[in-house]
């Protein structure tokens, strides 16, 4: 079982509509990061959160650390949506900090 | 924030060839990380490049294959050693300011090895 599990993996949704990804993860963390992926390959950072809630615009970043969950949500989504969002968890142990990476949602917003 | 690039974009190569490549940020970083993403996997970290020493490799990953420097703060390259097809990936780039709070990625570099 992987330590950080995206769901779902893949979406595809009508313009405007309201979109959430989540993500589960079996490890103790420090952080965690939301992350989206251009098909080009290209990453960027969307969200860090350790607790809460965050939002930018019309993202908005969760999670529930007793309960190990975070949520990615998007507000009337638009086609510049489309990319693979990825979840990542920020593990710290005696100084030494590592990422751990879902497999991603790819999402795809339709005109 | 910080911008970083990387070269090539996208290669194709032969099988039992090399590839570098250059990992560029416009400003200073304290630690800069290699990535591979396989086709429909999630990122896994290759090594930890570090400034003027040996990188520090993850499990399953070895230098002779790796190679890795980092001559400065805002530069490091990656090269993929005697490649096959299992090497088809994009390879990514990461840096960050001394902590995870502020992590920032290259575009990414696809490769193709026939």
């Known amino acids: 079982k992987n330590e950080v599990e995206q769901s779902p993996q893949n979406l595809t949704a009508q313009e405007g509509e309201f979109i959430t990804i989540n993500c589960s993860y079996s490890?103790?963390?420090?952080?965690l990061h939301w992350l989206q992926q251009h098909p080009g390959g290209g990453i960027v950072s969307l969200f860090m959160?350790?607790?809460g809630k965050k939002k930018h615009g019309r993202l908005i970043a969760t999670i529930n650390i007793q309960e190990k969950h975070s949520s990615l949500h998007i507000t009337a989504s638009h086609p510049r949506d489309s990319a693979v969002y990825i979840c990542?968890?920020?593990?710290?142990?005696?100084?030494?900090?590592?990422?751990?990476f879902g497999t991603g949602t790819r999402l795809t917003i339709i005109p | 924030s910080a911008v970083i690039s990387q070269k090539p974009s996208r290669d194709i190569c032969q099988r039992g060839t090399s590839l570098t490549i250059q990992c560029q940020v416009d400003?200073?970083?304290?630690?800069m990380f290699w990535y591979r993403q396989q086709p429909g996997q999630s990122l896994t970290l290759i090594a930890t490049?570090?400034?003027?020493?040996?990188?520090?490799?993850e499990s399953g990953f070895v230098i002779d294959k790796f190679p890795i420097s980092r001559p400065n703060l805002t530069f490091s390259t990656l090269t993929v050693s005697n490649m096959s097809p299992e090497d088809s990936s994009i390879y990514l780039c990461?840096?960050?300011?001394?902590?995870?709070?502020?992590?920032?990625f290259g575009p990414g570099t696809r490769l193709t090895v026939l």
């Open positions: 990542a968890v920020l593990q710290s142990n005696f100084g030494n900090e590592k990422l751990t």
């Open positions: 490890v103790g963390i420090s952080a």
């Open positions: 959160l350790s607790s």
């Open positions: 400003s200073q970083v304290t630690m």
């Open positions: 490049a570090n400034q003027g020493s040996e990188a520090t490799y």
């Open positions: 990461s840096g960050n300011r001394g902590t995870y709070n502020e992590q920032f």
